[in-house]
Nanobody, 114 residues
Framework: VQLVESGGGWVQPGGSLRLSCAAS????????MGWYRQAPGKQREYVGE???????NYAVSVKGRFIISRDNAKNTVFLQMNSLKPEETAVYYC?????????WGQGTQVTVSS
């Protein structure tokens, strides 16, 4: 499976962005898929996940502001980010949550700055 993240960019604090993660090579519809992020000089951290049937779970730091969804017909997972904070500047990635991870994609850069 190849994962391609997109939708990142620059946004002011309090703004919103919607990220996409398109999978190719095989269906990810039966996999729980997650979003992760890595800020400069820090380890990659878990943001949230969505199961194959649409049940979501989020890190405490993003709960209530971020929404994960998926379109299994398009083999794509989404991350809607609202009320963004400067400390959430990072490269955002998606991947399988359980079992053997897929190869990481290149990620998409999100910069939150005034």
């Amino acid at each position: 499976v190849q994962l391609v993240e997109s939708g990142g960019g620059w946004v002011q604090p309090g703004g919103s962005l919607r990220l996409s993660c398109a999978a190719s090579g095989s269906s990810v519809s039966i996999s729980a898929m997650g979003w992760y992020r890595q800020a400069p000089g820090k380890q990659r951290e878990y943001v949230g996940e969505i199961t194959s049937v649409g049940i979501t779970n989020y890190a405490v730091s993003v709960k209530g502001r971020f929404i994960i969804s998926r379109d299994n017909a398009k083999n794509t997972v989404f991350l809607q980010m609202n009320s963004l904070k400067p400390e959430e500047t990072a490269v955002y990635y998606c991947n399988r949550v359980r079992g053997t991870r897929y190869a990481w994609g290149q990620g998409t850069q999100v910069t939150v700055s005034s």
